[in-house]
């Protein structure tokens, strides 16, 4: 049987709201503002936890490095680390946040995933994303391969690609612009590529970076080795991009039949062929539930992150979202899930409410923190067995996280020397526990 696993990644020591995503308004919005990487990491834990009570299995991504010292050192800052730090700090600010960013936590950005039905070798494919299009994010890239490639090592199973070039014309931003449809997780699939610009055009003006390019998507799948007829690529909305729906995830999301997606996220000449596509790979099974701008506008749909919400399958068939709080707390959103809940020509019978504030305030949900990998019990057997979160490893990190995170973090607070070194010991606590050995720069290269 082939299940779907949820791999969230970690909240960081080092989460702080610097605004560094253009496009991105709940970052926008909070840049400045003191964070909270204690209630952030304890959030993180919480919604996994809830996850895992579905009766889905889950498991952890460790935190990277941050500040990210070698990142720093190559920009021409030298001497002690102490020493870099107060010279970045001084001079540029800028590099000290990005060098210091926790967005390693949303992991639906880490990578790209096509499980093992749909490809020619029959193995799992992970295709790590380059982030190529804001620097902060393009740090995360060597550390996501080495992090994927411990916990998938097994490559009777398992092939984790490297990033595609890091060069714009090849931005990737991973599973946070790719879906699978299909009856089931374990049957095969139809892979739709969403993308917000091609090399070919027309390319519409957008006042914000357009992140996903055609031909990295077009990469990815090659990468995959997908069976004839697997993959479809559809172009996001220019309208949508413009109104702050920087990834897919943010106006669609598809759990193995059931599609569903904001009337304004894809080019309207698009929309077609995507459910014709869907239907004809599902069948008489393929649940559409497209959203109208009269139930919920598109900035609605970007305000409350209802789309980020997770779609999970339960043991008994059918299905849960995991919504964000804030979903709960608007009403015509809360009302569009309660239909959606309630009409009965879908599997979805549940919806869950998570507080992930800390998150949203840097804008990113619950889909965004997971990477959804679906697995055979034979490939989920040689999968690294510490990151599974159990109870066991849930009281572990709960009591790591209260005694290595800071209450509160200002931005100012990016400067004191001591936050690296605080980050540091917790990170080696912290694969000391799972099991990883030493995975980070540091430790390599203290011995």
């Known amino acids: 049987m082939t299940i779907e696993a949820n791999f969230d990644s970690l909240v960081g020591p080092t989460h702080s709201y610097a605004g560094l995503s253009p496009g991105n ?74 060098a210091a960013s926790s967005s390693s936590m949303w992991a639906a950005n880490a990578a790209t995933v096509a499980p093992s039905v749909d490809t ?58 790719h879906m699978r449809l299909a009856r089931s997780h374990g049957e095969p699939g139809v892979h739709v590529f969403v993308y917000g610009k091609s090399a070919d055009g027309p390319n519409a003006a957008t006042p914000v970076p357009v992140r996903q390019s055609r031909e990295a998507s077009e ?69 559409p539930i497209r959203i109208h701008q009269n139930d919920l506008t598109l900035d609605e749909a970007i305000s409350t992150y209802l789309f980020n919400g ?40 549940e919806v869950r409410y998570v507080d992930m504030r800390q998150s949203m305030k840097n804008g990113g949900g619950p889909a965004c923190v997971r990477l959804r990998v679906c697995l055979t019990a034979e490939e989920r057997a040689a999968v690294h067995p510490e990151c599974e979160f159990n109870e066991r490893l849930d009281e572990k990190l709960t009591s790591w996280v209260i005694r290595h995170y800071r209450e509160k973090l200002s931005p100012e607070d990016l400067a004191d020397p001591h936050l690296l070194v605080e980050s540091r010991t917790a990170l080696d606590e912290l694969t000391a526990i799972l099991g990883l050995g030493a995975m980070y720069e540091f430790q390599q290269e203290s011995g």
């Open 120 to 177: 020619r070798d029959g193995r799992v494919h992970i295709a790590v994303a380059n982030l190529a299009t804001l620097f902060h994010r393009s740090i995360e890239a060597e550390g996501t391969f080495n992090t994927l490639a411990r916990i998938f090592s097994n490559s009777a199973h398992f092939v984790v690609h490297r990033n595609l070039p890091s060069h714009v014309s090849f931005g990737d931003e991973g599973a946070a612009n």
């Open 25 to 98: 308004l709940a970052a926008a919005g909070s840049r400045g503002q003191v964070s909270h990487p204690r209630q952030a990491a304890l959030q993180g834990l919480a919604k996994m936890r809830l996850v895992r009570g579905l009766g889905v299995a889950q498991y952890l991504l460790p935190p990277q490095e941050r500040p990210h010292m070698p990142t720093l050192r190559r920009l021409g800052f030298t001497g002690s680390d102490a020493d870099v730090i107060a010279a970045v700090a001084k001079t540029s600010p800028h590099l000290l946040a990005q």
């Open 219 to 287: 990469a990815v799948a090659r990468l995959f080795h997908l069976q004839k007829g697997r993959a479809m690529f559809i172009r996001q909305n220019p309208a949508a991009i413009s109104a702050g729906t920087f990834h897919n995830d943010v106006v669609g999301t598809s759990n193995e039949n059931v599609l569903m997606f904001h009337e304004a996220a894809y080019d309207p000449g698009e929309i077609a062929q995507l459910l014709d596509v869907c239907e004809s790979e599902v069948g008489p099974a393929f649940c």
């Open 310 to 349: 997770q779609i999970v399958t339960l043991p008994n068939g059918k299905m849960a979202i995991v919504a964000p709080a804030e979903c709960e707390e608007n009403p015509r959103a809360k009302a569009v899930l309660e239909r959606v809940r309630e009409v009965g020509d879908n599997p979805i019978t």
